[in-house]
């Protein structure tokens, strides 16, 4: 391997330089100094006049920046991307843009899964790759939960593994990235695939596949030339400005930028009917079975029964009926402390029963989705922090407070979307517990049953579905 392939698209700091370095090239006849003479070089910290920019994640929020002084001059460092490693304004941040063009190099393909697409899947994967070659403007791919987003971009990263190019698949969730990492990996065994996200103790080597969080993303300059965001409207991408820069970074300029997600937000709506970002639509799950639609409960002050322990109350009784189901339970509440308060009373009131609950901050967050997937639990108690990028079989969800202001209309379509995503369980039960009906929660109902009218009118759906 040439020494460029182990600097080429990446942006670093001197140590990580040295780090690369020392780790793949100190044995070869490629000194550092030489290494460095080759490598272009930024100012980490940027400042002109009064305002201050970092080279690495582009923050304008100037309270992000703080100062310190060393041998009486001053130095200023970025606090928004710190957890990353401190940068400062006496720092230059090293880059070797990735400028080899695309050109098939290899005919025979790279793509060692055995599926095949459906009609829908595959017409919308030859859609995108028509316009691989348009760098000008990003492609959303609008696909309902489990339509197969996943393997309609397998001959879309085939065909740019045949140019010899690099492909990074991103997620704002490291749940999400940690449940793509195996099936990409399966997909394509015969190349490098990588997964890197904050908590992970891997360290990134050159790779033809990377699956990593966005925020990964900041430690790259020019690197790709195919960057796919799944889930590009979840948090905290959907708002974040240095995130967004990081992405558009990290894509070569001749690159291609696919956006994934079945709840796209406003700010794409709106660059999408300005003709600024391409669509495909995707109203139906590869299965052919629809949608399945919430049902609206009212179970008054749930909350203070909850807390009460109130056994005759109508929370106790719905719930008894949706345990009662075959098959895995999720159960949704926005509040942690809630949500360990009726892992509790579940646990004293049905003897036997195999459930634990979820947050985002608990340490042992992705061992629990595990054991869930295998079957260790009967049911799961979580935050939002499970709406998006996990799947189980044969499952069933429950929204407790489904009217709570943190389920917004996106959440909830999520939420709705563990159900029924696999061929052999199509269909589920899906309840709205509340005290009173939100428009996100009507706006939700409405987003599902439309989805399932335009796969009704395309022909998408099932005779027997």
Not at 156 to 176: H, N, T
Not at 276 to 297: D, M, N, S, Y
Not at 306 to 330: D, M, P, T
Not at 346 to 355: C, I, N, Q
Request: with cysteine.
């Amino acid at each position: 391997m040439e020494w460029k392939e182990y600097f080429i698209g990446q942006l670093m700091t001197q140590r990580e330089v040295t780090i690369i370095w020392d780790k793949f090239l100190s044995q070869s006849s490629w000194k550092l100094e030489t290494i460095f003479n080759h490598l272009h070089a930024m100012p980490a910290i940027q400042i002109k006049q009064k305002h201050i920019l970092c080279s690495r994640c582009n923050c304008q929020d100037q309270q992000q920046y703080y100062k310190f002084y060393f041998n009486k001059k001053k130095i200023i460092y970025c606090c928004s991307c710190l957890q990353m490693g401190r940068i400062c304004s006496n720092d230059l941040l090293y880059y070797l843009p990735n400028n080899q063009p695309l050109t098939i190099r290899n005919q025979k393909s790279f793509l060692t899964w055995q599926g095949k697409l459906s009609p829908q899947q595959n017409k919308a994967s030859q859609e995108v790759a028509e316009q691989l070659d348009d760098s000008s403007h990003p492609h959303l791919i609008h696909a309902v939960t489990g339509a197969g987003k996943t393997e309609m971009l397998f001959p879309i990263i085939d065909e740019i593994l045949r140019k010899d190019g690099k492909i990074a698949l991103v997620s704002p969730r490291v749940d999400v990235c940690i449940e793509l990492f195996p099936r990409i990996k399966a997909a394509f065994n015969s190349v490098k695939v990588l997964l890197l996200h904050g908590k992970s103790e891997t360290k990134y080597e050159p790779c033809e596949i990377l699956i990593a969080t966005t925020h990964q993303l900041l430690r790259f300059f020019q690197a790709f030339d195919l960057v796919i965001v799944d889930e590009v409207d979840a948090f905290p991408y959907v708002d974040n400005e240095s995130l967004h820069f990081a992405v558009n970074r990290a894509v070569k300029k001749k690159g291609k930028l696919i956006f994934l997600t079945a709840t796209p937000d406003k700010k794409i709506v709106e660059a999408v009917k300005k003709g600024l970002i391409h669509q495909t639509i995707l109203p139906a799950r590869f299965h052919g079975f629809p949608l399945v639609e919430p049902i609206f409960l009212w179970l008054g002050d749930w909350k203070t029964n909850l807390v009460n322990q109130q056994k005759n109350s109508k929370l106790l009784l719905s719930l008894k009926h949706f345990i009662a189901l075959e098959g895995r339970k999720l159960i949704f509440i926005a509040n942690i402390k809630l949500a360990i308060l009726l892992s509790e009373w579940l646990e004293k009131l049905f003897k036997g029963l195999r459930l634990t609950y979820v947050y985002s901050t608990d340490p042992l967050r992705h061992q629990k989705v595990e054991k869930m997937r295998k079957g260790h639990y009967d049911i799961l108690i979580s935050t939002s922090i499970l709406e998006r990028g996990v799947t189980f079989e044969n499952c069933h969800v429950f929204i407790l407070g489904a009217e709570d202001p943190l389920f917004s209309k996106s959440a909830l379509v999520q939420m709705i979307g563990r159900v029924g995503r696999k061929a052999a369980y199509p269909s589920g039960k899906v309840v709205f517990g509340h005290y009173g009906i939100t428009k996100e929660m009507k706006r939700a109902a409405i987003e599902i049953k439309g989805m399932n009218q335009l796969a009704s009118k395309r022909g998408l759906l099932n005779a027997n579905a």
